[in-house]
């Protein structure tokens, strides 16, 4: 069973609005196990739309079309559908009732276009969930479909849950689950990830129903994503389970969470974990790691809040940094200190960096002193990132978390 | 000139990614007056891309192709236009050694893997931006063109804008000229600047080649674009100049910017002009307000830093609030005070409020005390967000950012 989706709508186009409604039917498919093989976007223009679902038709057994189903003028996806089927259109007396109820039961008089929601291709039938007026459609075409459904999120959801799915999985007559798991890791390049897992991917290669696949995602880290298919749920998770330790084996001290973990919400729940309160000091990242992890629900918990030092005044009337250079040593130790003592936290962070695009010290954009605080014992790393300004600081926000992650690992390690 | 874009990447049919770079060109394609036909995304497949390839370019003049270049073993965008190309790869030297400097400049060996970025199709040649190692590439195809840049979209953004689009236009031959200003608004929702230039619309409506356009952008405020088209560039930025004087006679004091400014560089420029230093005190938004000013290069002109005081005692022992309910006017009053002291600055902003999921001192989420200090003198106010965490905490930044920014204009104006 393959399927392709089709969205209508210019503003899809024109980057008027983002199509988030094919990434969630992908989702659906991917889980329910059926295959999709492509997405396509066209505006509302019968020619293009036509091309579009022959197109789409004659490469996959179903095609989900969303959008272009209200009532106005240039809502056509119906017509177009009835074209592809070759048959005409016909209104349905149920769907007047239903449509002209709807409208009634808003105390509002129903404007004469809406009736147009109530043609559908002769052959076709309307889906059972209709939370707006716009009916979807379960087109067939030969011994394959066509499923039509609005381009509001909400409706589309309920019919494809509620219908699209279930009438496909019936079709496919196949009974395969798919599901994946991310390792979230940080501390190897891309590159780096794929050479040391390399024989790895090798071995798998072919008929082992699971793959593994690599995704840099900034300051969520290095995903690596492992995705099983197999006859039963419990088989999935079985092949996910064994993928996950097979993995783990190789690059294990790189992985710091899964799914939806990321940094902040693994440091959080360490430092919570061993009753440990944080606080940072922040010159060249300004306040960004207090900001992300004060974006999770809770963080109150362990964090207590921070010194952002973006004055060199700040760093030594309030930090205690000794006179010298500010990126350097000597002075994020000394921010991670001074924070401690100021806020009265048990751990810290500290960052001091050139963020650029200046040179500052003689120091060139891209390098960062991060220093640590646990149990008073301080320690600074030197890193060094070539990217542009919003990139470092957003790179030294999850490095500087993770070195203050494997302290925190050794610290319970050790107790 | 017609144009169609092209997504390369299974992540985004399994609905792991949403597309949102296929919208962003769409958008810079309709600004510069060039259509956009199709987008399509599929998954890195190798006869798949190169049917979507293949059919693109039949129908169009010039594809945009996203994904599918970086160093591993799935990224095969390159390997597949050579193949629509009819042409070998042949590896650059000239790439070779900027990608083997990218990696010394980090301090870092450059995997093996690294290597394949160097090679491109016989006849396509490397476009000039390059943030990471992943070099964009035009590839001739006849009389057509096929772009193809990273799915980062850092990088994405800028090849678009450094050599895509400038490239299609020299091509079209096209003689009108479109460009779009934005006016940057905050204090009005959508439909409130909707009605307040329901007449000015209606006045454009029809032949005059000029059309205004709403867009809510959070954190960036309530964008109005007005976008114009005309023969010539003189022509255009006439009208462009004659309707933002129109827009602006009507909504004024809401606009705080135009195009790339944000009210973080509108803010900052302010201070320096006035030569001012301002300092945060933040609770709720714990650091955001000093992260997105410290992510404007120059910064450190005005701002010296900011205490984020997520714990109580925090609040209290370095800010001087007073015992009582730290949600409170009153709290908020002491934290813009206190960090003037504390940090020597000039002027402040404070924040206090209820980010959620939870009530805090039976207080809602969504609550929020924005403290500002000018030349001494600290004032308050209370807002109400009906959002969830994230979006509060974006949406305080903003509002926190204008009261200070009104203010300061009014100091301007009396001295």
Redesign the interface.
């Known amino acids: 069973m393959r399927c392709e989706v089709v969205a209508v709508g210019t503003e899809?186009?024109?980057?008027?609005?983002?199509?988030?409604n094919?990434?969630?039917?992908?989702?659906?498919l991917?889980l329910a196990g059926i295959d999709?093989?492509?997405?396509?976007?066209?505006?509302d223009n019968p020619q293009?739309i036509r091309l579009?679902l022959e197109?789409s038709l004659n490469r996959a057994d179903a095609v989900i079309v969303t959008g272009g189903l209200g009532p106005t003028q240039d809502d056509i996806t119906r017509d177009i559908i009835a074209e592809v089927m070759n048959v005409e259109m016909v209104q349905s007396p149920e769907l007047v009732e239903i449509i002209t109820a709807k409208f009634l039961g808003r105390g509002r008089a129903m404007p004469e276009n809406n009736l147009r929601q109530a043609d559908l291709p002769r052959g076709a039938t309307a889906m059972k969930e209709m939370p707006g007026t716009a009916p979807g459609l379960v087109c067939p075409v030969g011994e394959k479909v066509i499923y039509a459904v609005p381009g509001v999120p909400l409706e589309m959801r309920q019919m494809i849950e509620g219908t699209v799915i279930p009438d496909l999985v019936s079709r496919s007559g196949e009974v395969a689950a798919i599901r994946?798991r991310v390792l979230r890791t940080w501390g190897q390049?891309?590159?780096?990830l794929?050479?040391m897992l390399a024989e790895e991917?090798e071995r798998l290669d072919g008929t082992s129903g699971v793959t593994l696949?690599?995704?840099?995602s900034g300051m969520e880290g290095l995903k690596v994503?492992i995705?099983a298919k197999a006859p039963t749920e419990t088989e999935v998770e079985a092949l996910l389970n064994d993928e996950e330790t097979r993995v783990r084996s190789i690059i294990g001290p790189l992985v710091f969470g899964i799914d939806e973990e990321n940094m902040e919400t693994v440091v959080l729940k360490e430092l919570v974990t061993q009753g440990l309160?944080l606080a940072?000091a922040?010159s060249m990242?300004?306040?960004?790691?207090?900001?992300r992890?004060?974006?999770i629900?809770g963080?109150?918990q362990a964090?207590?809040?921070?010194?952002?030092?973006?004055?060199n005044?700040?760093k030594h009337?309030?930090l205690n940094v000794p006179d010298g250079p500010v990126v350097s040593e000597q002075a994020v130790l000394s921010m991670a200190k001074g924070v401690c003592e100021?806020?009265?936290a048990d751990v810290s962070v500290a960052v001091t960096g050139v963020?650029?695009?200046?040179p500052q010290e003689g120091n060139r954009p891209?390098l960062v002193w991060i220093g640590t605080s646990v149990d008073g014992e301080v320690e600074a790393v030197e890193v060094?990132?070539?990217?542009?300004?919003?990139?470092a600081?957003q790179l030294t926000v999850i490095t500087a978390l993770d070195i203050l992650r494997r302290r925190l690992i050794k610290r319970a390690e050790k107790n």
């Open positions: 899809l186009l024109l980057g008027q609005i983002v199509d988030t094919s990434a969630w039917i992908g989702e659906q991917a999709c093989l492509r997405h396509t976007a066209v505006g293009r579009a197109e994946s390049s891309e590159s780096g794929a050479e991917i696949a690599f995704l840099a994503r995705t309160t940072t922040e990242t300004g306040g960004l790691i207090a900001s992890l004060t974006d629900p963080s109150s964090f207590l809040g921070s010194v952002v030092s973006y004055a005044a700040v009337e309030v100021v806020l009265g963020a650029g695009p200046e891209g060094r990132f070539p990217y542009d300004r919003t990139m600081r």
